[in-house]
C-alpha cells in the first residue's frame, strides 16, 4: 500500500515562504506523477499543482502560478512544493497525491493525511 506523509506545514506572515515536504512509501515513486490540493474550512479540495515523473512537466493552479514550485526527487521518494509569497488565502490543510500514471492528469488515487498551513496578514 502506497503511504504518503506531508511535512513542513506551520504559520506564517503574508508575504512568507514554507516548503511543504512528502516522503512516499510502498511503492515505485519515480514512476508516477505527484501532485498537492489543498483544503480550507467549509470549503472544498482544490487543485494546487503537479508534476509528471520525471519532473520535467509541471502544472498549477491559476491562483498560485508564479508563486508556488513543485519540484520531485526520485532518489529521496520525495516530492516538494515551495511557497512563496504566501498569502492568507492560501490557508489549508495541504494534501500530496499520488496518480497511478507517469503524466499528471488530474488526481490520484493515493493521499497523505495533510500538513496545515496558515498565513496570517
Known amino acids: 500500500q502506497v503511504h504518503l506523509v506531508e511535512s513542513g506545514g506551520g504559520s506564517v506572515q503574508a508575504g512568507g515562504s514554507l516548503r511543504l515536504s512528502c516522503a512516499a512509501s510502498?511503492?515505485?515513486?519515480?514512476?508516477?506523477?505527484m501532485g498537492w490540493f489543498r483544503q480550507a474550512p467549509g470549503k472544498e479540495r482544490e487543485f494546487v499543482a503537479g508534476?509528471?515523473?520525471?519532473?520535467?512537466?509541471?502544472y498549477y493552479a491559476d491562483s498560485v502560478k508564479g508563486r508556488f514550485t513543485i519540484s520531485r526527487d526520485n532518489a529521496k521518494n520525495t516530492v516538494y512544493l515551495q511557497m512563496n509569497s504566501l498569502k492568507p488565502e492560501d490557508t489549508a490543510v495541504y494534501y500530496c497525491?499520488?496518480?497511478?500514471?507517469?503524466?499528471?492528469?488530474?488526481?490520484?488515487?493515493?493521499w497523505g493525511q495533510g500538513t496545515q498551513v496558515t498565513v496570517s496578514s
Open positions: 508534476i509528471n515523473w520525471s519532473g520535467l512537466a509541471k
Open positions: 510502498g511503492g515505485t515513486f519515480s514512476n508516477y506523477a
Open positions: 497525491n499520488q496518480d497511478q500514471k507517469s503524466t499528471w492528469d488530474g488526481i490520484g488515487d493515493y
